[in-house]
Structure formats: C-alpha cells, structure tokens
C-alpha cells in the first residue's frame, strides 16, 4: 500500500509552527533578561520566559501524542538511507530537548527558591528544594541544553532548505503547504 | 493596618523606646539562635519566594502561668537579609527596600502578652522597619521539646508599602504583593546569646 499523503496534518504544521515562534521568543528573552538589573521588568521578563517554557512542554507532549495519531508523511523515495538516518536522529533530539529544556529551567528555578507559577495562577510542584549549589548546576545544564537545541534547530532548518532549494524536493513544502508545486 | 496621627506614632515611639529601655522582667530565657529562624514570604506575580534573616537577637521571658507578664523584644538586623541571590541581597540592602545604611534594624516589642488557649498565645506590639511603626498581632504556639526548652512558633502578616519597603518603581502591588508573611520560630537552650 503506498502512503500518497504529501503534507503533515494542519495540527502537526499548526503545533510545529507555534512552538517555533515560542521557542524563538523564550531564547531572546531569556539572553535578555539574564543579565538585567534587579527591575520589575526583569521580573516579568522571568515570569513570561517560565511561562513560555511550560506551555512549549505542554504542547510537546501534545505533539508527542499527535505524532503517533497522524504519523508524518513520508520521505521522498529520493533520499538516501544515510540521511533517513540523519532525519531520524535530529528529530529524535528535537522532539527530546523540547521535553527537556523546559524542565531544566523549571528545575533550576525550583532549586533558585522561585516556585513556577503559571500564567500567575496554577503553581508548580518543587521537584528539588532551594539549593544555591544545585540552582548554578541547572543554570549551567540549562543553557548547555539551549545550545544544543539552538544547534540542531539550525542544522533542522538548514537541511528543510537544502531540501528545498538544492534537491527541490517537497520536504519543505510537507511543512509549508503553500510552497507545494 | 490603620492610620496614626503624628502624635500617635510620637507617642508608639516614645512607649517603644520606654520599653526597649525598662529590663525584661521575670525570668530571662536563653535563646540558641542555631535552632531559630525568622523568614518571610513575599509574592513576586504570585510566585511566593521564601527569605530569612540571618542575625537577630531575642529577648524572652515568656511565663506560661502569667501570660501577661511576658516580654519580648526582637532584633532583627536587616542586612542580614538573605533570598538565596546575590544579587537581589545587595539590591535589597538599598533605599528603595530596607535602606539598611539608615536604617540597619527592624525591631518588635510587646505591649501585651495573652493566652489563647490550648497552648496558642498572641503577642501584640509596636514593629518598627524603616522608622516606620505599625502595631502588628502575632499569634504563636509554645511547645516544649525533650529537653525541657522552649519552642515559640508563630506567623503574622505585614504590608510592606505602610513600611515603605519596595519604593518608587517597586511600589506596583500587582508586581509585588503589599502582604509579607513573616514567620518566625525561637528555640530556647543554652547555646550562648549571640548570632551567627
């Protein structure tokens, strides 16, 4: 039976593209904020990063889940085996840091003495008590993490061009509709 | 909490500073400052962050049987502070908190002392941040350990801007809640007098 689907579901491209933007926005405030005076902007700014950290987890699992109810269409018969491998990797990275990035923060922050609170209102269990020692380990694990997720978010998009614009294949446009020939 | 003429804080100093002057009655208990704490909770966007002081000085002499003979008058030295941040420690120390250079203590006496029943007392007295005075109630509990000493256990709640803590841009209760809730636990023993 051959899969004819071309193109991931709208709910696979809507989550992919939503927590693009998130993860984008949670990276500039969080270079930004870090190295701000004590304010009360530097608050909010940590106050929205967390929030955006724990709604990017949720929708990760919600993707979790969504990936294995509409599986991804398939790869052009065009690309070789050693970069289905390639492919399998990087999205199984991906899909792990999106897991775990936001917990790093969550936990560094438990460890900082600062409860996540989201949205303002439904607080978050400490998972590991005020630790200053603990608190500097998970700062530095997090932003170790956050590189790493940086550098294979680029090789991901890096790769989505290269499909586009050197192969001309429809990887891309699996993603982007509106580039389907 | 409520709003005091001139005269009436001129008058709550004056008593404070009276009292702080007269010496404790009855019997004085030693408290071991390495089994005591006094903390507050303040919310930052509704995020409760814990801190304590490190160094404060208690004075009890706490009577179960006469309640309203008994005294205490608290220390508490606000550079001390301590959040688990550096940076908000130093921050914290400046004018617009505790402005600890003008100000380097906050301080608590009894004006009276009662019993509520079932080992809960109340103390009621003048607590003064940041020249500021305002009477507070601070309900506690008295248990004794194995070893025969005391243990005071109590919370209150404070609003911080009738102190004038957290001025000018920190004024914004929708950033930083007005209410702080202080808690604070004296252990007695024979540990000498004095802080860590």
């Known amino acids: 039976m051959t899969d004819d689907r071309r193109a991931y579901s709208a709910v696979s491209i809507g989550l992919h593209w939503t927590v693009f933007v998130l993860i984008i926005a949670a990276w500039s405030l969080g270079l930004y904020m870090a190295d701000l005076p004590l304010s009360p902007q530097k608050l909010k700014y940590f106050s929205w990063h967390k929030w955006i950290g724990v709604t990017i987890f949720f929708l990760a699992v919600f993707r979790a889940v969504s990936r294995l109810v509409h599986p991804p269409p398939p790869l052009p018969a065009s690309v070789p085996p050693r970069q289905r491998i390639a492919e399998g990797v990087s999205h199984a990275l991906l899909y792990l840091l999106i897991f775990v990035v936001p917990v790093s923060g969550w936990l560094y922050s438990s460890a900082s003495g600062v409860p996540t609170v989201y949205l303002g209102w439904v607080q978050l269990p400490d998972l590991v008590g005020k630790d200053k020692a603990l608190a500097e380990q998970l700062k530095q694990t997090h932003i170790l993490l956050n590189m790493v997720l940086f550098g294979i978010v680029c090789i991901h998009a890096a790769a989505a061009l290269k499909h586009h614009f050197l192969d001309r294949d429809e990887v891309l446009a699996r993603m982007l509709p509106f580039l389907k020939k | ?196």
């Open chain 2, 1 to 196: 909490m409520f709003d005091m003429s001139l005269a009436g804080k001129f008058y709550t100093i004056l008593c404070a500073t009276l009292v702080l002057l007269l010496p404790l009655p009855g019997v004085a208990q030693q408290v071991d400052y390495s089994r005591s704490q006094i903390t507050f909770v303040s919310r930052q966007m509704n995020v409760p962050v814990e801190a304590k002081f490190t160094r404060f000085t208690a004075q009890l002499s706490f009577d179960s049987a006469n309640p309203q003979a008994s005294k205490a008058r608290i220390e508490v030295d606000l550079a001390s502070f301590d959040i688990g941040n550096d940076e908000i420690n130093t921050d914290i120390q400046g004018k617009d908190w505790f402005d600890t250079k003008n100000f380097p203590k906050a301080t608590f006496v009894s004006s009276s002392v009662r019993a509520l029943g079932d080992g809960r007392y109340e103390a009621r007295g003048p607590l003064i941040i940041k020249g500021r005075t305002q009477e507070v109630v601070a309900p506690f509990t008295v248990k004794t350990d194995a070893s025969g000493n005391s243990v005071f256990d109590g919370a209150f709640n404070i609003r911080r801007l009738q102190y004038n803590v957290g001025e000018r841009m920190w004024r914004d209760t929708e950033l930083v809640a007005d209410e702080v809730r202080v808690r604070f636990r004296l252990h007695t023993g024979s540990k000498p007098a004095s802080t860590k």
